[in-house]
């Protein structure tokens, strides 16, 4: 699947953190790490959650 201007909100998280990258588009079995700066102790599981994580796809898959 085409994954869309992915994005990486930690500050949302903690304000003082912030990543390396924004808006990524991956092609089906394509890859991006993401680095981060700031945001010592940050939970994993709530990096990956909305609305952390987030991409135009997910935008088309609630309006549907």
């Known amino acids: 699947?085409?994954?869309?201007d992915l994005v990486l909100?930690?500050?949302?998280?903690?304000p003082e953190a912030e990543t390396d990258s924004a808006l990524v588009t991956l092609l089906p079995?394509?890859?991006h790490?993401?680095?981060?700066?700031?945001g010592?102790?940050?939970d994993p599981e709530a990096?990956?959650?909305?609305p952390v994580l987030r991409?135009?796809?997910d935008t088309?898959?609630?309006?549907s």
């Open 1 to 4: 699947m085409l994954l869309r």
């Open 9 to 14: 909100n930690v500050d949302r998280i903690d």
């Open 29 to 31: 079995g394509e890859s």
């Open 33 to 38: 790490t993401f680095t981060v700066f700031g």
């Open 40 to 42: 010592a102790g940050m």
């Open 47 to 50: 990096v990956l959650s909305l």
């Open 55 to 57: 991409c135009v796809n």
């Open 60 to 63: 088309m898959a609630i309006s």
